[in-house]
């Protein structure tokens, strides 16, 4: 089992609809999740953390974090264009200074 | 501005000659860190400093070397490329590396290819 695992992709999702993200973590010590945006070519940008359960909302973004079934999810409303990306969940672990990349999903925003 | 530099952005080398990928941020801060990112694999952790003198292995160390001699600056060395090198890294900083809370930024990439 990989320590971070994401949704395959790609998705596809019409402009103005909800796309939904989500990550699962092996390791159930973890405490902070992260989720990056990435362009293609580009370097990953921060959009969201999270370290607590329940719902952390930003703008159009909303992450959600259930620990008990370590998972944690990013809801992108109202899609844009300009939401096409490769979206990486990140999560950090407590035994050593170390964060742990997923796969990353794409996610296509259908005009 | 606040950022993590990298050069050069874009290398073609043959196998077996030594390169530097050269990486400088100007935030103080303290954690550095080397990635390398594969189509299919996500981005993985090559190296990490946690301050000056300090580093340690991550993911993947194997074939590479890095110094930390000074704060901002974290080298990344090829002593002997070889073909399955051929990546894009990354180098990115936080604060301390240590808080739950930090979080990293990155450099503009760097995009190796071992001819």
């Known amino acids: 089992q990989k320590e971070v695992e994401q949704n395959s992709g790609p998705l596809s999702v019409p402009e103005g609809a909800i796309a939904s993200l989500n990550c699962t973590y092996s390791?159930?010590?973890?405490?902070?999740f992260f989720w990056y945006r990435q362009y293609s070519g580009k370097s990953p940008e921060l959009i969201m953390s999270i370290y607590s359960n329940g719902d952390k909302e930003d703008g159009r973004f909303t992450a959600q974090l259930n620990k008990a079934s370590q998972y944690v999810s990013l809801l992108i409303r109202d899609s844009q264009p300009s939401d096409s990306a490769t979206y990486l969940c990140a999560v950090k672990k407590t035994s050593y200074d170390k964060v742990i990349f997923g796969p990353g999903t794409s996610l296509s925003v259908i005009p | 501005e606040a950022q993590v530099t990298q050069n050069p952005r874009y290398l073609i080398t043959v196998t077996g000659k030594k390169l530097t990928v050269t990486c400088s941020q100007n935030m103080n801060h303290e954690y550095m860190s080397w990635y390398r990112q594969d189509p299919g694999l996500g981005l993985r952790q090559i190296y990490y400093s946690m301050n000056v003198e300090v580093t340690d292995k991550g993911d993947v160390p194997e074939g590479y070397k890095v110094s930390r001699k000074e704060k901002r600056n974290f080298p990344l060395i090829l002593e002997s490329p070889s073909p399955n090198q051929t990546s894009l890294y990354f180098c990115?900083?936080?604060?301390?590396?240590?808080?739950?809370?930090?979080?990293?930024?990155f450099g503009p990439g760097t995009r190796l290819t071992v001819l």
């Open positions: 390791d159930r010590g973890s405490q902070s």
């Open positions: 990115a900083s936080s604060f301390s590396g240590r808080a739950s809370t930090d979080t990293q930024y």
